[in-house]
């Protein structure tokens, strides 16, 4: 990763090349209310897009801030990148997602993250709250369900019949699952205030 600009002439072929101002970019994009959390390598993935896209531009005398005039650019590549996320273009098997529900349930457990969840039903794992956890269900004391299906991608709720859904834009793999899982850690300790009122 280059920290330097828009400069994306790195050789270092280990992860995504993408500037600073494009990863901002995306970020702001991911805060505007979009009923989505991301896990960083979607992040990553989408503001490599961006710094592409602008460099392009710059080839053919557009800056950056002058597709501001007719596109919103970091959010289309946000929507872009994350989409396959959130809609596989092959169903997972039911055996898959309880193994994905398996690898979030060890990560959320781990030493590193050290919360308490419980297999949920189907492939979902249910999350103790915290007394930092934003309120949620009847009497705001709701847990956390956190799951995945065959068909989409990764999602979480606070444990009540009714409660509004957020997805969570992450690969469907154990890497991914630990990136869900530090997700949910952030939420449970209230560091993402409360995403569910965006």
Do not use: C
């Not at 929507?79 to 996320?85: I, S």
């Not at 991914?176 to 939420?187: N, Y």
């Amino acid at each position: 990763m280059t920290d330097t600009g828009t400069d994306t002439g790195s050789t270092a072929t280990e992860g995504p090349v993408f500037s600073t101002e494009a990863y901002a970019a995306v970020e702001k994009a991911a805060r505007s209310g979009r009923g989505t959390l991301y896990a960083p390598s979607v992040l990553e993935h989408a503001a490599e897009l961006l710094t592409e896209l602008w460099a392009a531009g710059e080839r053919h005398g557009v800056t950056a801030s002058e597709w501001g005039w007719s596109v919103d650019l970091p959010s289309g590549a946000l929507d872009v990148v994350a989409r396959p996320y959130e809609r596989p273009k092959e169903e997972r098997t039911a055996e898959e997602t309880l193994t994905l529900a398996r690898y979030l349930r060890e990560a959320l457990t781990s030493e590193e993250i050290g919360l308490s969840a419980k297999p949920g039903p189907r492939a979902s794992v249910i999350v103790e709250r915290s007394a930092d956890t934003p309120r949620g269900g009847f009497h705001g004391d709701a847990n956390l369900i956190v799951g995945i299906a065959s068909n989409v991608g990764w999602d979480i709720a606070f444990n009540q019949s009714g409660a509004p859904l957020l997805s969570i834009a992450a690969p469907a793999s154990k890497a991914g699952a630990s990136q869900v899982a530090e997700i949910v850690r952030a939420l449970v300790h209230g560091e993402l205030g409360n995403p569910f009122r965006r």
